[in-house]
């Protein structure tokens, strides 16, 4: 079983970082959605850094942009309440395919589906699900392909540089074909990466209807409970995690549970019984991966959250 934690602010320090390889973190993801891989230098330099000092080694895993959707920059924290009325493009930046595609009466889910407008007209859009919408955060607008390339620019130019900083496992978001993970392994062979592990996200329709078609492409496929939940109705995610698990247990493909396996832990320094739950029933099912996210890079108990998901694992495999 293999145990990753997300780097972030919460967890950056060679201190920290020295704790979570002690408690049996064996690797960490970098997300590259919101900033290149190079200005995380200091981040890098300080898990290599904890590396020497425990005499562990860990996983680096860069996740890249791909063709997922994303708000841009706000100039400060947007107040979304039920009812309001807001302009993509105005009031929320994004991109000219996004308002392009836009129909009236389409969903748009923003944030992991944390809140959700409604298209009036436009750019126009009623907000029937509230929060607190910040910068680059994701928007899925539900039953649209943008067509985008598998790989954006920035993506290639991380990729680029990633062996110089270690990198040995790359994660493609949003894989719809075959066609998307020849064209990332095509880039990472150019990029001295040839031998790095790849990582295949299951986030919306698309993946999930081709994965027996694109499976045999990676190395690891992930079950990213974020996207794939929005793009989604929600109460089908649990079947389509399970239906993933099962094929990828036929195929004899590890797999990769990520998205609030602890998600209390935030703020919190004990999980909940639902939590431990789902952490058990992920490994009965045959994950040979567990994956944390805001616990690490952003939570008050980064240490104590990857400590829960080892010790909820372990015990878990003891009966499977």
Request: glycine share 8%.
């Amino acid at each position: 079983m293999r145990y990753y934690a997300t780097l972030g602010p919460a967890c950056c320090q060679a201190s920290t970082l020295c704790a979570l390889l002690r408690r049996g973190v064996t690797g960490f993801r970098l997300n590259l959605s919101h900033t290149p891989l190079a200005a995380r230098q200091d981040w890098i330099a300080a898990l290599h850094d904890a590396e020497r000092q425990t005499g562990l080694s860990a996983q680096l895993m860069i996740d890249l942009r791909g063709p997922e959707v994303r708000i841009g920059a706000l100039p400060a924290p947007l107040p979304l309440a039920e009812g309001d009325t807001v302009t993509l493009g105005v009031d929320i930046p994004v991109e000219a395919d996004v308002l392009a595609a836009l129909r009236p009466g389409m969903t748009l889910l923003l944030d992991d589906g944390v809140m959700a407008l409604t298209v009036l007209d436009g750019g126009v859009c009623r907000v029937t699900r509230g929060g607190t919408l910040t910068s680059h955060k994701s928007l899925t607008p539900e039953g649209v392909d943008l067509h985008r390339p598998a790989l954006c620019p920035a993506d290639l130019n991380d990729l680029a540089q990633a062996a110089s900083f270690g990198v040995s496992a790359v994660m493609q978001p949003f894989v719809r074909s075959a066609d998307d993970l020849c064209a990332v392994r095509a880039a990472m062979a150019d990029s001295g990466l040839a031998h790095a592990e790849l990582f295949a996200k299951v986030e919306n329709r698309a993946g999930l209807d081709a994965l027996p078609d694109w499976m045999d492409l990676c190395d690891v496929v992930t079950i990213a409970r974020g996207d794939l939940g929005s793009s989604l109705p929600l109460e089908q995610l649990p079947a389509a995690q399970k239906h993933i698990a099962a094929l990828c247990r036929s195929r004899r493909k590890p797999f990769l549970v990520v998205t609030q396996l602890l998600h209390s832990m935030i703020d919190h320094p004990a999980p909940t019984r639902a939590e431990v739950l789902d952490i058990y029933n992920a490994v009965l099912d045959g994950a040979d991966c567990l994956m944390l996210t805001g616990e690490t890079a952003q939570g008050r108990y980064p240490a104590e959250a990857s400590a829960w998901l080892i010790r909820v694992a372990r015990e878990a495999e003891k009966t499977r």
